[in-house]
């Protein structure tokens, strides 16, 4: 039988599971997959951890979570930092707000949510990008970013859930 301690420990580690998901899946979501000719396309997988987790338990993904896993992935990723910190507080602020329509009873809905937010965050990073360079950037990179990680959603929902499931569990 667990002491007082030892539940509050517990309680403690599951609270950090939907900010270290986001960070796993950010890790994860830096391998580059080769989708032929285009450059090296990395689905945007801590996206659907942050949407997930600010609709599901905005509690324990805070939007200074958010803000700081976004930044850690603008370093590993080596692109232009600030922009995953600035997505995902944007993400974050969407998905909190929207919360009783995403976390309705229609999973086709948060999904679709999804989908709409992933576009204007293709955009973003399209315009980011093209401003940096001066030029505007071929879109097409972009766009295949924002398909492959709205596709991915269906299965990291689910992955996502068993792991909210769990937290319910311990606490």
């Keep these: 039988m667990l002491g007082a301690l030892g539940r509050r420990s517990i309680r403690l580690a599951g609270g950090a599971i939907p900010a270290l998901s986001t960070l796993l899946l ?9 989708v032929g000719g285009l450059t090296r396309i990395t689905p945007l997988l801590a996206a659907i951890a942050v949407h997930y987790w600010s609709v599901f338990r905005p509690d324990l993904l805070p939007p ?3 803000f ?26 969407y998905a909190s707000s929207q919360r009783r329509v995403l976390s309705g009873d229609s999973f086709v809905t948060g999904w679709a949510g999804f989908a709409v937010v992933m576009v204007a965050v293709s ?28 596709a991915l959603y269906p299965p990291l929902f689910l992955l996502l859930g068993r792991a909210q499931l769990s937290l319910l569990r311990e606490s």
Excluded: K, N
């Design 68 to 93: 700081a896993i976004g930044l850690m992935l603008d370093l590993a990723s080596g692109g232009l930092v600030g922009l995953y910190a600035f997505v995902f507080v944007l993400l974050a602020g």
């Design 123 to 150: 955009l973003l990073e399209w315009t980011m990008a093209s401003l940096v360079r001066g030029a505007p950037m071929p879109a097409g990179a972009s766009a295949v970013q924002s398909l492959l990680t709205v």
């Design 26 to 34: 950010g890790m994860v979501g830096l391998l580059p997959i080769d």
């Design 64 to 66: 200074w979570a958010a």
